[in-house]
């Protein structure tokens, strides 16, 4: 997957909001993959939800913190240009309930008030 895609920017806001807190739980790697798959078919997409996640997270353990704050910060931006604002909306909710579908954690509430500070504020 291309890493200056629509899908890879999603992919990786997804995994930062879930990650933040230091690890994916499998509940959370589930609500990823689903979102993902109906993502993809939406798209009339083959690309694999589990391919798609292993990359990502392969990506992200390969990026230092600094770097990933920054390809962070380009995906909300990248998003923000891409969507209107009821799409931005949607996604955000998308994000939260994933992040809190194993209990919100306090890092993962901060990635999200950030990320809604750039998309909506």
Do not use: P
């Not at 890879?8 to 807190?21: E, I, K, P």
Request: hydrophobic letters at 45%; proline letters at 0%.
């Amino acid at each position: 997957m291309k890493r200056d895609s629509f899908e890879y920017q999603v992919g990786l806001l997804m995994m930062a909001a879930t990650g933040s807190d230091g690890d994916y739980t499998e509940k959370e790697l589930n609500a990823m993959h689903f979102f993902l798959t109906k993502m993809f078919e939406t798209m009339g997409s083959n690309v694999d939800a589990n391919d798609f996640m292993n990359e990502l997270i392969e990506d992200i353990q390969v990026y230092e913190n600094d770097e990933l704050a920054e390809k962070i910060q380009a995906a909300s931006e990248f998003l923000l240009d891409a969507m209107d604002e009821k799409q931005l909306n949607m996604f955000y909710n998308g994000l939260r309930e994933m992040a809190a579908v194993d209990g919100i954690a306090r890092d993962e509430k901060e990635f999200l008030k950030q990320l809604k500070s750039i998309w909506f504020e």
